[in-house]
């Protein structure tokens, strides 16, 4: 602000000193004696409003802070099931690092495997693991199943019981479990982990999982996203379903040697690439543990790896994919 003595003769009316504007020009509010009721109501209105620039800061902070469950020792947690043809697996995981909280369970998946008899396994399996790890009540539970499923209802029946087809899992599992359930496809949920924690990580661009068990499960990333229920196992090829010939329970059950069922998952392969063209082949399942008797065989363009998680990918997918569908819900 200007200093200078203010020329009587510019400043007419009184007014206040002109500060370097033209003669006649004047700003009457700059040297007025301050009004000490206003003064003290201006004041008052920049606290309320720097107070309710707090609120909405911490708020907004509420809101993007993910939720956690945690256990007794203060570790993100969630159960993780992977719902097999021939096995039931379920343990409790440590999210952060996809390690697993308590041991592995495993019990043979009911023969048939009607939605009953399965729960009530789930059922079991879960309430030893609670025996084991201390966890919050509210901390869900994330099953891998071997179908399409959409919104917690599964949707396919390929290698279960029929009477999965368009049945409520998340709810049914829920009134009996007492924790928040999410379904998830067996595949996904492997692939989920894979890419977090596994053979995935830092891969962009087109990538699948494929799990090779009873059936052929099919997972498609794309820069590390996830599109859900790709069903590949049932493309079709030379007029069959493909998972009958490149499932590794198709070696078993046709008795053909690894070579020759190499072949067979190679033609599969080779079926994928043509559609999709993708970077990266990441095979899962109990066979990927053998991976060196049929990787070397394959002769597509893409490269193949075996999954990092083994076995238990399915059980740490799944339990990643229910905390991040609660976290989601809450928000
Ligand atoms: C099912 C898929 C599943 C795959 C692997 C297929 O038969 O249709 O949903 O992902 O088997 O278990």
């Known amino acids: 602000m200007t200093t200078d003595t203010p020329n009587p003769d510019a400043n007419p009316g009184g007014d206040p000193p002109a500060t370097g504007e033209p003669p ?22 920049a606290k309320q ?65 009607a939605p009953a008899a399965v729960i009530a396994s789930i059922a079991r399996m879960i309430k030893k693991i609670q ?84 059936g052929t499960g099919s997972a498609l990333f794309y820069d590390g996203m996830l599109v859900p229920n790709l069903e590949l196992g049932h493309m079709e090829i030379r007029g069959r379903d493909a998972e009958r010939r490149s499932a590794a329970a198709a070696r078993l059950k046709r008795g053909i040697s690894w070579k020759a069922w190499a072949m067979d998952l190679d033609e599969h392969l080779l079926a994928i690439e043509k559609l999709f063209s993708p970077r990266l082949f990441i095979i899962g399942g109990g066979v990927s543990k053998r991976s060196e008797r049929f990787i070397p065989r394959l002769t597509v363009r893409a490269a193949v790896v075996p999954a990092k998680l083994l076995n238990d990918a399915g059980i740490v997918g799944a339990a990643m994919a229910a905390a991040e569908t609660e976290r989601r819900r809450a928000s």
């Open 49 to 113: 409003l720097a107070k309710q620039r707090v609120d909405d800061d911490q708020d907004k902070a509420a809101l993007e802070q993910p939720r956690e469950f945690v256990d007794a020792t203060g570790r993100a947690v969630a159960i993780g099931v992977d719902v097999g043809g021939s096995g039931i697996k379920a343990a409790a995981v440590d999210l952060d690092t996809g390690e697993l909280l308590s041991p592995r369970h495993r019990v043979p998946t009911p023969q048939p495997s």
């Open 24 to 45: 006649g020009v004047s700003k009457p509010w700059r040297d007025e004696a301050p009004d000490p009721k206003r003064t003290a109501k201006i004041a008052q209105q």
């Open 131 to 214: 025996a084991e790890v201390t966890i919050a009540d509210d901390v869900p539970v994330g099953v891998g199943f071997p179908a399409v499923v959409i919104d917690g209802v599964t949707k396919s029946a390929a290698n279960v019981d029929p009477g999965w087809v368009d049945f409520d899992a998340d709810t049914a599992l829920e009134r009996v479990l007492r924790r928040p359930v999410h379904l998830v496809n067996d595949a996904d949920a492997a692939g989920v982990a894979e890419m977090r924690f596994g053979a995935g990580v830092g891969q962009q661009g087109t990538v699948f999982l494929i799990t090779l068990g009873t």
